[in-house]
């Protein structure tokens, strides 16, 4: 059993890290491909929507298929589409065949959060930590976030865009073998049993109040992800620059991440929330004012700040779902959430036109 638990978040780690990298690795090259194909302010905030639309959009297909096909075989399958998706963007002579692979890439990466998610969940709760065990989960996404576009940002420098895209893209279909002998081919016999969570109207209530508060904090995490890096380049920040201030953000809220899932199950979401969203309020306007330097030293606290809120949100949601459907409800939340911030580049876009 601890053996099943741990591969299971070993597992679900991984594939977060790797998913969340390749989905944040988008706001280190959409300066570049501003530049390559001459867009405008809302074309790029089309590209990034076409890949978290896409993946908030088919979320909740992917829970219902993987009743059918299995949680573990559409989650690695999942990732390898992830992976091919890099690979033909890295090919990409146009906006044509780079808008289809973000597509792509988005509809793999739409089985990754609800399925690891309650993957986690399930090999945790007969033994209880289950919001610990997110905690760790949603701080391998925050690593994968830090270290995949920070090593892009870096290999930019000394080669092309084209080649470090298709490197990620084999990166993507490795980490499918890799979940492939990660994950436990039988789970936990407690699985079958699990579903422990409040039932009726208040439980409804409360998903939905959890849905409202992460979609508004989604909308402007996301908002000011997109345009952090043109907001750095106008400070007189380079390509490499970019890449190492993402790395700070996603380190500082790698940390939040961890940090604030222990910390709301301490001191209960409410206060955490409160904390951590009036600090992301300062902390951006702090951004926009601010020459280069002191943005780059103020980062890591903006991103524990900025990523600290989703963690304690996220810890809530098996509480409050319905027996036998926590799938379902982590892919409601991830799709309000995500579906907010593929919203939000586009909405923020035409107010910079």
């Not at 309000?336 to 909405?347: F, Y």
């Amino acid at each position: 059993m601890p053996n099943a638990r741990r591969r299971s978040l070993i597992a679900a780690s991984t594939a977060h890290a790797v998913h969340d990298g390749l989905t944040d690795l988008i706001y280190v090259l959409l300066p570049i491909w501003q530049a390559q194909f001459a867009i405008s302010y809302a074309m790029i905030g089309l590209l990034r929507a076409a890949y978290s639309g896409v993946m908030a959009s088919f979320q909740l297909l992917a829970s219902r298929l993987a009743r059918r096909w299995g949680r573990e075989r559409l989650l690695i399958g999942g990732t390898a589409l992830a992976g091919v998706a890099y690979l033909i963007a890295g090919q990409a002579g146009g906006l044509t065949t780079l808008l289809v692979a973000l597509m792509l890439g988005g509809l793999g990466a739409s089985t990754q959060h609800p399925l690891a998610s309650s993957l986690v969940t399930d090999a945790h709760e007969a033994g209880g930590g289950v919001k610990e065990a997110l905690a760790q989960y949603n701080f391998a996404g925050d690593i994968g976030k830090t270290l995949i576009p920070g090593a892009v940002g870096l290999l930019l420098v000394v080669v092309s865009w084209q080649t470090s895209v298709t490197m990620i893209g084999v990166l993507g279909l490795a980490a499918a073998m890799l979940l492939w002998w990660l994950i436990p081919s039988t789970p936990p016999a407690h699985v079958q049993h699990a579903a422990k969570a409040t039932t009726g109207k208040g439980s409804v209530s409360g998903l939905r109040a959890l849905l409202a508060t992460g979609t508004l904090d989604s909308t402007v995490r996301m908002g000011f992800l997109t345009f952090l890096p043109f907001l750095l380049k106008s400070k007189g920040a380079g390509t490499a620059g970019i890449g190492i201030a993402l790395s700070l953000l996603f380190v500082g809220g790698a940390f939040g991440k961890l940090f604030c899932g222990y910390l709301g199950a301490r001191i209960g979401m409410m206060k955490t929330v409160w904390v951590t969203e009036s600090m992301t309020s300062v902390l951006v306007a702090l951004a926009v004012w601010l020459p280069l330097t002191g943005v780059m030293a103020m980062l890591p606290l903006l991103g524990l700040a900025l990523n600290g809120t989703s963690s304690v949100l996220y810890g809530v949601v098996p509480e409050l779902a319905a027996p036998g459907k926590r799938e379902q409800a982590f892919a409601w939340f991830y799709t309000g959430t995500i579906g907010a911030g593929a919203l939000s580049p586009v909405v923020f876009g035409k107010l910079g036109m």
